[in-house]
């Protein structure tokens, strides 16, 4: 074997580079090298490793990994994909070096597949956030416009994706974050509904099962035989989840049957949505009418500004609980966590528990709203971004407001900043770019996002499609059909 060259190795999937390591075309060793290789050449544009694990991955290449992934190499995010003695830092300098005593459960799964893993990729703190720009490490940036952010908070992943250096990287998705890197770098990205990936050993499940693992893939392919891999019973898991009817891997390969999709382009906020996400799904819809399928205007009737405020109280009780966590592991201070994350964990804290929990409970409120949509329709359409990918820093507090909050915050009075008025203006301030992805973490129900449409300008906005619960190989039948109409995988930025 002679090794594999950067158009090969770019060009093959990752269920086609273990095809060629099984077959003896190339050795694991061979693509490690490739891979290591691409990340030299533009992790310097990019910044989306945070951790290199180069020791351990030449050691496990060496070994000859086998399974249905054997040999591919691979990036674990560096949030609650934890591997036993290496250091997992959630994007927070509080954790920076701070190491785990046991392997999460996907990670094994992960291995046992045959991956090898040559490090983590690069997360906002905490995963709060939806773009990549931890003062851990400093931004992290979109390979179709270093200038632009890849989203948040599995924005490491989908970079390293997007600009060749693996084909496949796992991800996670609490409030949209792996669709909304995967729509802001043209990638395919899966989110799991509520319980069909486990997420111990440390937990059963993550915010109130809002919050799932997976991966971002180029192709649907990968993330179709990543689910098969990742799916299935956990022994510490809250419950038993139906598995599909046949491997995901095979549903792929098949159209599906005439789908009625409800589509809707408009804001659940009622704020502006760019004219670019509006023609993105304009074009996504006209695409499916000519496959077939039957598309008409329609939204359920949740109340999207409701729904949003009822995320962001459980979202700003969760990140207190990390923060608070993180403290009592390191002994850190405050001037360890990012001024917006103590903001929102200042709030939370300051949160009484039977308006979180209230808000909690009315999340089965909107989730009976999209039940009843599904009745109607076997799945809901919407841009997932409002907008293209925006400049980097364009979400960060503005000077004057980070100035009042940090003044709030060194009195002890952080838990003013959610006083009803100024939720509002963070509804609209965390949700404006991102206000279509909650719903589906809210709801427990799978949700996909399709590289489908670029602006003129060439940067890509996916659309995403919103399932019933077990609707998982429907959406990645419909995304296989879908790619096959209008391939993307072979479409890669200009860098070095």
Not at 62 to 82: I, N, Y
Request: charged share 20%; net charge neutral.
């Amino acid at each position: 074997m002679g090794g594999i060259g950067w158009e090969d190795y770019r060009r093959h999937d990752a269920v086609g580079l273990a095809e060629l390591v099984a077959s003896g075309a190339v050795s694991a060793e061979d693509l490690l090298d490739a891979a290591l290789e691409r990340a030299d050449r533009v992790e310097p544009t990019i910044n989306a490793i945070r951790y290199r694990m180069t020791g351990s991955a030449r050691a496990r290449a060496r070994g000859g990994p086998t399974g249905p992934f054997g040999g591919v190499p691979f990036l674990v995010k560096d949030l609650g994909q934890h591997i036993a003695g290496v250091p997992t830092g959630s994007g927070s300098r509080a954790l920076a070096g701070f190491r785990r005593p046991e392997t999460s459960t996907v990670v094994r799964r992960w291995t046992d597949a045959g991956l090898v893993i040559l490090g983590r990729s690069a997360t906002p703190e905490f995963g709060a956030r939806a773009v990549t720009e931890p003062a851990l490490g400093g931004p992290t940036r979109n390979p179709w416009d270093p200038g632009r952010t890849p989203g948040g908070s599995s924005g490491g992943s989908a970079a390293a994706v997007a600009a060749g250096i693996v084909p496949v990287a796992g991800a996670s998705d609490g409030g949209g974050s792996i669709r909304i890197p995967a729509a802001a770098c043209g990638l395919f990205g899966l989110k799991p509904g509520r319980g069909v990936v486990p997420s111990g050993p440390d937990v059963a499940e993550s915010f109130h099962g809002a919050a799932v693992q997976g991966v971002l893939s180029r192709t649907v392919r990968d993330s179709a035989a990543m689910l098969d891999v990742l799916a299935g019973p956990d022994p510490a898991g809250p419950y038993r989840v139906q598995p599909p009817g046949r491997p995901c891997a095979d549903a792929v390969r098949d159209d599906p049957e005439r789908l009625r999709i409800g589509m809707t382009a408009a804001s659940p906020l009622g704020g502006e949505v760019d004219p670019e996400a509006v023609a993105a799904v304009r074009d996504a819809a006209e695409l499916l009418t000519s496959l077939g399928h039957v598309v008409e205007e329609s939204a359920p009737a949740v109340d999207g500004r409701g729904l949003a405020g009822d995320f962001l109280t459980c979202w700003f009780g969760m990140i207190a609980t990390q923060v608070a966590g993180a403290r009592a592991l390191t002994g850190c201070g405050d001037d360890a966590f990012e001024t917006e994350t103590r903001v929102m964990a200042a709030i939370g804290a300051a949160t009484p528990a039977p308006v979180y929990l209230a808000a909690q409970a009315r999340w089965q409120r909107h989730t009976r709203a999209l039940a009843d949509f599904h009745t109607r329709y076997d799945l809901l359409l919407t841009p997932t971004l409002a907008r293209p990918p925006w400049p980097i820093g364009a979400l960060d507090l503005p000077t004057p407001a980070r100035i009042a909050a940090r003044a709030l915050l060194a009195v002890g009075a952080g838990g003013l900043l959610g006083r009803p008025g100024l939720i509002d203006g963070l509804i609209d301030a965390n949700f404006a770019p991102v206000p279509f992805t909650q719903l589906a973490n809210v709801t427990g129900r799978p949700a996909m996002s399709v590289p489908l449409y670029r602006t003129p300008g060439g940067l890509p906005l996916g659309v995403q499609f919103v399932g019933r619960p077990g609707a998982e190989p429907e959406l990645l039948a419909l995304g296989g059909q879908l790619e096959r109409a209008r391939p993307w995988a072979h479409l890669e930025p200009d860098l070095p």
